[in-house]
């Protein structure tokens, strides 16, 4: 049996001075929150991280009704913020998710966010991010966060990238997963 370590970083972002939404690409399209689309985010969701080193860590991604019913632990939490919680669109239906809360009093917590591997590397991320970014400033936030697993190296680039920093945290903030085995 193996043993393999994982580590998750929490990362943070003061929302003051964050730079503009950049346009989208051709052919993709704003799709703000609205209740009847759960089940997109949901299903969005579920692609986007089929690749994702997540999933080994959250095995609730690798099913397609666990996330169906994650998306809908997420709507109910209330601190849920539709306005900072999107979808973008493309010409064969929806392509990338990212989901938001208010996790503590003025500060926003980007829950996931995902993009098909075919809508890849077109600034689709970096265009989600920013717009979640905006909702939680335009709603008076003043910081956020989010969680990220230290070998997702691509997810890391971004948000270092975009502004995000490394969160000091005591030990007990600390989180190291350690999973008996992945296949
Ligand atoms: C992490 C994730 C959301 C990034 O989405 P993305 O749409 O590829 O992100 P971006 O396009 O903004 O940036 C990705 C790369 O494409 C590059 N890029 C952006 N626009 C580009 C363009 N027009 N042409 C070429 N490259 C471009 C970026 O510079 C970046 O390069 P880098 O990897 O060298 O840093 C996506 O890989 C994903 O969904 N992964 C699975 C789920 C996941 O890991 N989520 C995060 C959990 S914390």
Redesign the pocket.
């Given at each position: 049996m193996s043993v393999v370590h994982f580590t998750r970083y929490r990362m943070e972002i003061d929302l003051s001075g964050v730079p503009a939404v950049p346009e989208l690409p051709d052919g993709y399209y704003w799709v703000p929150w609205d209740d009847s689309l759960l089940t997109i985010h949901a299903e969005v969701h579920y692609r986007?991280?089929h690749d994702?080193i997540?999933r080994y860590l959250f095995p609730c991604f690798s099913d397609r009704d666990s996330c169906w019913f994650l998306l809908r632990e997420i709507r109910d939490k209330p601190g849920f913020m539709p306005q900072a919680t999107w979808l973008i669109g493309a010409a064969n239906g929806c392509v990338a998710t990212i989901q938001c809360i208010e996790a503590e009093p003025r500060v926003g917590s980007i829950q996931n966010?995902?993009?098909l591997p075919r809508?890849?590397?077109?600034?689709?991320?970096?265009a989600l991010i920013l717009q979640a970014l905006h909702g939680f400033h335009e709603a008076g936030l003043k910081r956020a966060w989010?969680d990220?697993?230290a070998e997702?190296e691509?997810?890391l680039?971004?948000y270092q990238?975009l502004g995000f920093r490394m969160k000091e945290m005591s030990i007990k903030e600390i989180h190291d997963w350690k999973l008996e085995e992945i296949s």
């Open positions: 986007a991280f994702c997540d966010v995902g993009v809508h890849r590397h077109q600034g689709l991320g970096q989010l990220v697993t997702n691509q997810a680039r971004l990238r």
